[in-house]
């Protein structure tokens, strides 16, 4: 389904920063693949008038694709808007297994915009939108990953 694949940082930041995305990074160079959740975390009370903007990263650790998610880390936006990775107390892995790693570079190589990097790597959505979850059925919102009533076009 290469409608599924996103190539440019400006989409695969939208999609992947919407809100309740799942993505699923593949290496160009050995075929391997990792299926992540990447979801909005709610501003916590400590965080003043404007909180930092935050999302849980999940990655997919058993058969079932909706449900067996561990916890890996967390991104978060500095109010330069620079993102950054990082475990947190209940990530499940280490920070050089695979997974974690892998995640933490492809984020270095968006941040960055590293093209040669991004080109070491595939970035799939699985066709559902990244802010709600509803399945994509329109050509545009398949290729942006989000639907019209969450891009604001309807």
């Not at 959740?37 to 501003?43: F, I, L, N, S």
């Amino acid at each position: 389904m290469p409608e599924h694949r996103m190539t440019t940082v400006g989409e695969i930041l939208s999609f992947m920063l919407a809100g309740n995305a799942t993505l699923t990074l593949k290496s160009v160079a050995t075929g391997k693949h990792y299926t992540y959740k990447v979801k909005r975390a709610k501003p916590w009370s400590s965080d003043g008038a404007n909180p930092p903007l935050r999302w849980w990263v999940n990655i997919l650790s058993g058969p079932d694709n909706t449900a067996d998610y561990s916890p890996l880390g967390m991104l978060k936006q500095a109010h330069q808007g620079v993102l950054s990775f990082g475990k947190t107390s209940r990530s499940c892995l280490a920070d050089t297994a695979p997974p974690m790693a892998g995640f933490a570079w492809f984020i270095r190589a968006v941040v960055n915009e590293d093209a040669e990097k991004l080109a070491q790597v595939e970035f799939w959505h699985e066709g559902r939108c990244g802010k709600c979850n509803r399945k994509l059925t329109d050509p545009t919102s398949i290729r942006l990953g989000i639907g019209p009533v969450c891009r604001g076009d309807s």
